[in-house]
């Protein structure tokens, strides 16, 4: 068996191999790549064991360099899950130490692994994010009658609200960038560039679509979902800070579930969670289920599971400061720190 650091001439083996599989993701998928190195200049490998003349693993890093945060290798950064896909042990294995040899070479702080599953070495493992997944119906009304009396009379008060949505595609790109900048500043979290996500849109076309809650004209609510493999994922999803007392997600998510149901797919990933969160609580609301994820790490030059996230106290005082910073300069200023926070 033979680790292959695939390049752009490789993109249709691999996503031939992926082919909807077992492990299989939308966040697998190689024109990540292309996203990854276009938006932020992060430079990828997209290593793939061939065993004959046939791909039967594969696995995707990408190397973050940062004043602030050190040397990262993440799969996959910015995005739910990412890791290793595979046929075997034996090719996870090769790919693993493949691995092991970038993160040597780069004197990188770890590797960071976002999976659905364990990898099959005992590595340092982080359990703190679950996915949420609704499985979904051909019919919309029978997930809709399984929902409980209260949560219909929530969904039926935020309609009453004057709310609808509307669904679309680049159109709709500066609208959602505008409400998500909103959404995450409230939060304490800087943005990406908006060139990022028309990246996102133009790699894959057809299969991301954009969702709009608007009370009256005025939009409150966005959201951007992908689509592969009779699976919607959920990308990214905000509120305007001043309008959540509409409860706009109660429609939004309503809306694009009955538009899975409609279109044929048959599971929709509400996105990951932290573990006993409210966002987890939320979505459980729709009747979906957690499914564990596992954050797993090779170390390098950090001897401990690293915690870059908002739930480690270290950055609140950051977190909050974020909040108060006038809207023209997190948007000038974020993009910068975002493309370094994996």
């Known amino acids: 068996m033979k680790i292959l650091h695939c390049t752009d001439a490789d993109a249709i083996a691999w996503d031939a191999f992926l082919g909807g599989g077992p492990g299989a993701s939308f966040y697998h998928l190689f024109a990540w790549k292309g996203i990854n190195e276009r938006s932020f200049g992060h430079r990828c490998y997209y290593l793939a064991a061939v065993e004959g003349e046939s791909i039967v693993g594969v696995f995707p890093i990408v190397l973050i360099k940062s ?30 130490r493949e691995a092991e040899c970038i993160l ?24 703190h994010k679950v996915s949420m997944t609704v499985d979904l119906e051909s019919d919309p009304d029978i997930l809709w009658k399984a929902f409980d009396t209260k949560h219909r009379t929530e969904i039926r008060h935020a309609y009453k609200q004057g709310l609808h949505v509307t669904r679309g595609g680049k159109e709709y790109l500066d609208v959602f960038y505008e409400v998500l900048s909103e959404s995450w500043k409230s939060l304490g979290t800087p ?13 894959f076309p057809g299969n991301v679509s954009i969702f709009l809650a608007c009370q009256r004209d005025v939009p409150v609510s966005v959201a951007m979902n992908g689509y ?12 305007r800070s001043g309008d959540r007392r509409l409860n706009p997600g109660y429609v939004l998510y309503w809306e694009m579930i009955r538009h899975a149901c409609e279109t044929g797919f048959e599971k929709f990933h509400l996105g990951r969670s932290t573990v006993q969160s409210g966002g987890e609580f939320f979505k459980k609301k729709w009747n979906a289920y957690p499914t564990q994820l596992y954050w797993q790490y090779m170390l390098g030059k950090e001897k401990e599971i690293p915690r870059l996230n908002v739930d480690n106290p270290k950055y609140r005082i950051a977190i909050d400061a974020w909040k108060s910073i006038p809207g023209a300069i997190t948007r000038a200023i974020g993009p910068f720190l975002a493309k370094n926070i994996p």
């Open 67 to 96: 004043r602030l945060f050190g040397k990262i290798l993440c799969s996959m950064p910015f995005v739910n899950f990412g890791g290793l896909c595979a046929t075997s042990e034996d090719a996870e294995r090769t790919l693993l």
């Open 104 to 127: 040597r070479d780069h004197g990188a702080d770890y590797l960071e692994i976002r999976s659905m599953k364990r990898a099959v070495l005992p590595l340092p493992t982080s359990e």
């Open 191 to 203: 943005l990406y560039a908006k060139s990022y996500f028309r990246n996102v849109i133009d790699a």
């Open 228 to 239: 592969y493999a009779k699976r919607v994922e959920g990308l990214w999803l905000g509120n």
